[in-house]
């Protein structure tokens, strides 16, 4: 059973899969050239256990992402959840977390180069304009889709024995749990 920051980063992962699998642009720097050894599912695994953040800075990347989506949907795609992935992770542990590692650290992780990683760092927080803040309601509503979408693929999966899921995409909050 994965520990609750693992489960919130593979949720998130679910979410990404589903929302945003449009062909990437190709001059994105996002953009990944060939094909990953990973899936996305198993990359969010891998960054949720050696990066050590808190769940807090899950839910917090879900709220980056959605923001830089509102800001450039352009730059999102199937070929490009890695590393936005990657860099919004870094950001939302930076800023929630008390205790973080170097980029060094998180590049190794992230599976590229530092000068990589801190780029990729500076441009999501150039199209943010550094607007990494994140209210208690916005978070209590990123924290109830994300906690949805995992009751709602665990349903199904119950309920009809096929893996299909149908994942709410990551939008604007418009409502909040009654939880």
């Given at each position: 059973?994965?520990?609750?920051?693992?489960?919130?980063?593979?949720?998130?992962?679910?979410?990404?899969?589903?929302?945003?699998?449009?062909?990437?642009?190709?001059?994105?720097?996002?953009?990944?050239?060939?094909?990953?050894?990973?899936?996305?599912?198993?990359?969010?695994?891998?960054?949720?256990?050696?990066?050590?953040?808190?769940?807090?800075?899950?839910?917090?990347?879900?709220?980056?992402?959605?923001?830089?989506?509102?800001?450039?949907?352009?730059?999102?795609?199937?070929?490009?959840?890695?590393?936005?992935?990657?860099?919004?992770?870094?950001i939302?542990?930076?800023?929630?977390?008390?205790?973080?590692?170097?980029n060094t650290?998180?590049?190794?992780?992230?599976?590229?180069?530092?000068?990589?990683?801190?780029?990729?760092?500076?441009?999501?927080?150039?199209?943010?304009?550094?607007?990494?803040?994140?209210t208690?309601?916005?978070?209590?509503?990123?924290?109830?889709?994300?906690?949805?979408?995992?009751?709602?693929?665990?349903?199904?999966?119950?309920?009809?024995?096929?893996?299909?899921?149908?994942?709410?995409?990551?939008?604007?909050?418009?409502?909040?749990?009654?939880?």
């Amino acid at each position: 059973m994965p520990t609750s920051e693992v489960q919130t980063a593979i949720n998130l992962a679910e979410v990404l899969q589903s929302a945003w699998s449009v062909p990437s642009p190709d001059n994105s720097p996002f953009t990944v050239s060939d094909n990953l050894p990973l899936s996305l599912r198993d990359y969010a695994i891998r960054l949720g256990t050696y990066m050590y953040c808190s769940e807090s800075a899950w839910i917090t990347t879900a709220v980056l992402l959605n923001r830089l989506f509102t800001v450039s949907p352009r730059i999102f795609g199937c070929r490009s959840h890695h590393k936005l992935l990657a860099a919004c992770v870094v950001i939302g542990l930076k800023f929630t977390d008390d205790k973080f590692f170097l980029n060094t650290y998180y590049s190794e992780c992230a599976g590229v180069s530092l000068r990589e990683l801190n780029f990729l760092e500076s441009t999501v927080l150039d199209l943010l304009k550094f607007r990494v803040f994140v209210t208690a309601s916005e978070f209590q509503v990123m924290r109830c889709r994300l906690d949805r979408s995992t009751i709602r693929v665990k349903s199904e999966l119950i309920s009809s024995k096929v893996v299909t899921k149908t994942v709410s995409h990551i939008t604007t909050p418009q409502t909040v749990c009654a939880d």
